[in-house]
Each structure stands twice: as C-alpha cells, then as structure tokens.
C-alpha cells in the first residue's frame, strides 16, 4: 500500500489510483488529477513524472522578477478569483463553468503562485506554447481553439487586474498562428443512406436527424426542440434553447455535472428556420403535443451525450463511417450553397454573427461545383475561335 499522505490507493476493481491537487479551490471545491495503473509502482510513477513535468514549465515560463511593491505584489491567483467572481452573475453557467475550469485545470497549476506584474508578454508566449505542445492533461497538444480560448480569458484577467489598480500596464499579447480544422462533410452517398435508415426505422429520434441534415441545427438545439416550437401554418421552426451538461460548480448532493436547459450560444443562435416543404410535411404527419420534445416524443429531455451515442449506433445500422453529429450542421451548410442559397440568408439560418464564419467555417465546395462554377466562363469564345470543347486529356 503507499505510504500515508501520498494520495495513492488500490481501488475495488483491482486497479491503482493515485491523485494530485491541482489547485487551491475557486469555487468550493478542489480540483484533482487522477492517474490509473496496474501496480502501485505504476501509478506512482506516472505521478511523479506528471508533478516533475509541471515543475519544469513552471520554471520555464517563470520571468527574472522585477522588485515591486503594493498591489503589483498580489498572487495571480487572487486575481483570477477576483475576476471569476466579477463574471459570475454576468456571463451565461455555461461559459462560467468553461472559465472556471480552464483557470483550476491550466491557468492556476501553473500561474496561480506569482505576482501579478510578472506576467508580461515573454510569460504569456511561454505559457501558451508550452500549453499547444503538450497541454492535454490526459497527455498530448491543446487544439488551436482552446489556445485562443486560454489566451482571450488570460487577456480578460489581465485587464481586470489593470482596472483594480493590480497593473499599470496590460502587457502586449501574444500572436499566436491557428489554423481551422476542415470540416467532416457527408457525401451525397453517405447522406442517402442515413436518410434511407431514418426513414426505414420511423423514429422520433430520427426525426431530429432531418431537423439536423435540412436545417442545419446543433445537438443541444436538436436535444432542446418542442413541438411547440413548430410553426405548422409557416412551415417554420424557432431555435429558442439549447440542452447542455456542465459542471456543478455548486457540488450539491455530490454531483459533479449537472443538465442545464437555457439559451443558445449566442444573440444570433436565437433564430427562425424555414423547412423544405416535404421535410415539414414528414415531421408534420408525426406531429405530438406542444410540450413534448422532439427527439424522444415524450415531456422528456434527451441530453446530447445520449443523443450522440444513439447517432452513432444509428451511422452503424446504415453502413455510413463514423463521424460527429455536428456533420449534419456541416453537410446542411455545403447542401445550400451548393443549390445556390445566397450566403447572407444562409449565415442567417446557421445563426452566425458574421457571413465570414460562414463561409470560412461551413462552406466546402466540392470539385464538381467549382468545374460547373468556372464553366460558367464558357460563354467567353475568343473571338469565335474556342467553342464547346468537352473536357478532355492532353498529351
């Protein structure tokens, strides 16, 4: 057995478990990293090298510090709760839950012990590029998303401390390159065969995959959808909430996570769809009261890691390769632009802020629309000496 005070135990299914703090509590609760192994050696081990790695970043982001007084003085880490507290009636649970975690998990562990006036721009690059190298805490790189997440929220705490008189100065930020990921699209093909399984098995689940596939809604928006957000005269439906599970940050009853039913993401998600006529004629034929939710046909929620799994048992069933339910969103997207929706209607019904993200985000246009795209050129004949030549090889 290990030795008292080392935070390491067998469990009852036979497998070692050792813990580390990760940081003094924000929110009532301490937050802890878990390591698992076969042997107590094992686990241990994997502790070790974990408490060693994150002392070397510390190190390795830590300034030469300047000799400063008063304010300037305070631990970063009181500025950080400072300024959750300054967010918490103000911000959504959700995006508190996200800033709340982010700052026990990455910011704090590494941060959190120094004066607030050390953390200038050499610092902030330090930490961000170690982080996007090997800040996984299970192992391994942070997305590009998360940096820039972890950057705006630093940037965001670093002008509170600046507001409070913690700061003279917020120090410059750092420039950090990202890159979009491509976005998984259906093939035509794929898309068939989902729909062919939907329609075969005639559920209320799959009801919420067309909503999905031909309106090109979220998960949690699927997972939130009433019959009585519905329009059955205007052939419309209302995006009005959104079901998501966060953490408890209140840790009643010992939960760790909790459902929220609340609004979407942003102003813009807050929207009006219109369906193609045989999409709501379908759904309008399998029409349930007003209060029950789309996707199960009950007064009952279905959250969207259940939805999720059941999707993907769904793609199993039809033969389709595995992938996201956000696909759907994708593929709705990449469908109208390539019938022809103007884009500004289209960024509209996605519920973007900006027709940029639109098409940087969702528009993927495939080979055979650009060649129909540039053929439209054809009406070009040089002078009459070029005609309507098919595509062909040349030698």
């Known amino acids: ?140 790189a942070l997305s590009d998303k998360t940096i820039s997440d972890m950057k705006t929220v630093l940037m965001q705490i670093l002008r509170f401390a600046k507001k409070q008189g913690m700061l003279r100065t917020v120090p410059d930020c750092p420039s950090m ?51 009585k957000d519905i329009d059955g005269k205007n052939g419309t439906l209302s995006i009005n909430k959104t079901v998501y599970r966060i953490t408890d940050m209140d840790g009643q009853n010992g939960a760790k996570t909790k459902v929220v039913i609340g609004t979407p993401k942003t102003d813009c998600s807050i929207r009006t769809i219109p369906l193609p006529i045989t999409v709501f004629q379908y759904l309008m034929e399998r029409r349930r009261d007003g209060d029950c939710y789309v996707v199960t046909g009950t007064t009952k929620y279905m959250e969207p890691r259940v939805c999720l799994e059941r999707y993907k048992r769904l793609l199993h069933r039809a033969g389709v390769a595995d992938h996201t339910f956000h696909t759907l969103r994708h593929t709705y997207a990449t469908r109208c632009v390539e019938s022809g929706v103007d884009i500004k209607s289209l960024s509209e019904i996605m519920g973007h802020s900006d027709v940029k993200i639109t098409l940087q985000r969702y528009v993927h246009p495939s080979m055979d629309m650009k060649k129909a795209q540039v053929n439209k050129l054809s009406c070009f004949h040089a002078g009459g000496q070029i005609s309507g030549h098919a595509y062909q090889e040349i030698a």
């Open 1 to 140: 057995m290990g030795r008292r005070g080392e935070n390491i135990r067998k469990r009852q299914d036979g497998r070692w478990e050792a813990r580390v703090v990760q940081g003094k509590p924000i929110c009532g609760k301490t937050n802890y990293k878990y390591f698992y192994g076969s042997s107590y050696q094992d686990v241990r081990q994997k502790k070790k090298s974990f408490l060693e790695n994150r002392q070397l970043m510390r190190l390795d982001v830590i300034p030469s510090l300047p000799e400063k007084t008063g304010m300037e003085d305070t631990p970063f880490r009181d500025v950080v709760t400072g300024w959750l507290l300054s967010k918490k009636s103000g911000v959504k649970e959700s995006t508190y839950s996200c800033y709340s975690i982010m700052a026990e998990k990455h910011i704090l562990p590494v941060l959190g012990e120094l004066p607030v006036s050390s953390i200038d721009s050499s610092c902030l690059t330090k930490f961000l590029e170690k982080k996007k190298i090997s800040g996984r805490l299970g192992g391994g």
């Open 177 to 227: 390159t990202s890159r979009q990921p491509d976005a998984s699209v259906l093939t035509a093909w794929e898309q068939t065969k989902v729909e062919a399984k939907v329609l075969e098995e005639d559920t209320p689940f799959g009801l919420g995959v067309l909503l999905s596939l031909y309106g090109g809604i979220r998960i949690g928006e699927v997972c939130g959808l009433q019959w």
